[in-house]
């Protein structure tokens, strides 16, 4: 097999460079290298920018974990959740199938009924304010548990970060008839583990985030937001469940995705190890994607200096039109 030296920038920093999951479908086809002058950079979410002199002779493919479009003008190519095509250039990935195989299915509820009405973890404070406002509209129905640091109202813990918190948000969630699912942004293609562990806990998602989501997964397993007008229409379709035992019942039971089935996560893995060997198969000139000249470097540069000196950038730029 050929070999090909990579380097990964802007990750997070528990991210092991020789043992993840892009090494592992990589080494199917290649003898992966780890090298710090490697030509080719996968480039994560984590202030990706400030990698610019790293990656300028380099061709960098972009992993963004969250509701990030891709700058085809800063990278090569690009993974990404929305839904789009550019040429070779990008690749929509739902990695979903990696979260999922950190925990496991909730196979029985005794008492699906007699469960705590519904959670809400969350640690981080600067989401999409949509997320806080239909959790106090759904407090005031009933009690929601806030289980994480953002909002906290409860003494109940669960595993953290650092530990199996993936598994730790099912064991908990299955304690509960509802699950607040709201993703962090509005994006459409971006669907997280917020509604999948939810599901995995036998637990109803009330879901707001991606407004695609029914063609992942089946409608009739959870209530979505992104089909009524208001909160408030939301919070009535709540009640109306909690409150109806066979509807309730029904609406568990419904819970369908191709996320679920063990062929859609293979058959993905393989379209993307085509997409990269689209990248490793060329020669390294051929197979360069982002544009260079003059006005790229400018739209970077606004992108990079200092907010203050940006007006004297801009009307500089503006002598060019």
Partial sequence: MKTIYIDFLGFDLSLNKEDNWI????????????????????????DPYSYRTEITDKISIYIPGEAIFPDFNFFDYALGFDEFN??????????????MARGKFVNNIQKPFGRKFCNFIY??????????LLFHMLNKYKKVDSLGAHLKNTNIDIEPRNGNWYQGSID???????????????????????????????????????PNVTKEIDPDGFINCHDYESFDHVVEKVKEIDNDKTK?????QSAKSLF???TFHENQNKKLLLFFENIFDKEFKDAKRKPVGYWTSRHLDTL??????????????????
């Fill in 260 to 262: 679920f089935e063990e």
């Fill in 86 to 99: 550019y040429d070779d250039r990008y690749f929509r990935w739902l990695p979903l199938g990696n979260t």
């Fill in 23 to 46: 090494v592992s479908l990589l080494s199917r086809s290649y003898h992966v290298k780890i090298s710090k002058d490697a030509p080719y950079v996968f480039v994560g979410s984590f």
């Fill in 172 to 210: 908990i969630k299955s304690e509960y008839k509802f699950s607040l699912s709201l993703e962090n942004s509005l994006m459409k293609g971006y669907t997280t583990e917020k509604i999948i562990s939810s599901f995995q806990a036998k637990s109803i998602p009330i879901y707001w985030g991606n």
């Fill in 123 to 132: 640690g981080n404070p600067d989401a999409h304010p949509n997320r806080d």
């Fill in 248 to 252: 309730y019942l029904k609406m568990l």
């Fill in 304 to 321: 990079l200096i200092k907010p203050e000196k940006k007006q004297s950038l801009t009307s500089r730029l503006k002598f060019w039109k």
